[in-house]
């Protein structure tokens, strides 16, 4: 099922004040990537799923490694990835690697929120998320986590997400290889993207 979508910005307090414009409601804070230089803001976009908005955190020291989803590379803001959620991530990682798939290493998170609470999740990243442009999702386990939709609702609801790819064929493969087949229909395009359109007190709103 659908975690949640990430947008990510090379200016976080820019493309938060003009989501807040356009959807007509304002993003919670989501809190520190400690060591990663990232931080971001959440929305809740109704069954379970919520909106990341990542970008990079001025009162981090830069990182040793690239900022996640391509950030140092952004000059604007781009849906870049969408989570797919499991209960059971090393399951799935042997699922999609006897499909041919590498989903990545399964890798250990967490973060604190502004209230105080620890978060701690796990993920596994593909190596090519970024070079095959979208359709296909990377993992997320929460465990006995806390789950971030439960404190971002902020009246927003997911209407509608695809995504596109030159080659769809190839994009569904991946799809059924991580077990969510049915979560993202994919269109054929020259280029790979996603395309989401989320309702908020001042309308829809369309991300790509």
């Known amino acids: 099922m659908i975690d949640h979508l990430v947008y990510a910005t090379p200016d976080l307090e820019g ?49 040793e490694r690239p900022r996640p989803f391509g950030l140092d590379a952004l ?8 989570a797919a959620r499991v209960h059971d991530l090393d399951t ?8 041919g798939v590498d989903p990545g290493r399964a890798t250990a998170m967490t973060r604190t929120r502004p209230d105080g609470v620890r978060l701690a999740w796990r993920l596994a990243l593909p190596p090519d998320l970024l070079e095959f442009g979208g359709p ?25 997400f695809e995504g596109a790819h030159p080659d769809p064929a190839e994009a569904r493969r991946r799809l059924v290889a991580l077990g ?29």
């Open 15 to 63: 493309s938060i004040g003009e989501l807040r414009d356009r959807f007509g409601v304002a993003l919670v804070p989501g809190g520190r990537h400690a060591g990663m230089g990232t931080r971001n803001y959440l929305g809740g976009l109704g069954g379970g799923a919520y909106l990341e908005v990542i970008g990079p955190d001025p009162d981090q020291p830069d990182p």
């Open 75 to 82: 000059t604007g803001p781009r849906l870049v990835a969408w």
């Open 92 to 99: 799935a990682v042997d699922r999609a690697r006897a499909h």
């Open 136 to 160: 296909a999702p990377f993992l997320i386990d929460w465990g006995s986590s806390p789950h971030p939709a439960a404190d971002a609702e902020v009246g927003l609801r997911l209407v509608s």
């Open 180 to 208: 969510v087949e049915g979560d993202l229909p994919v269109g054929e395009a020259a280029a790979p993207g996603l395309r989401a359109v989320i309702d908020g007190p001042a309308g829809p709103v369309e991300l790509t």
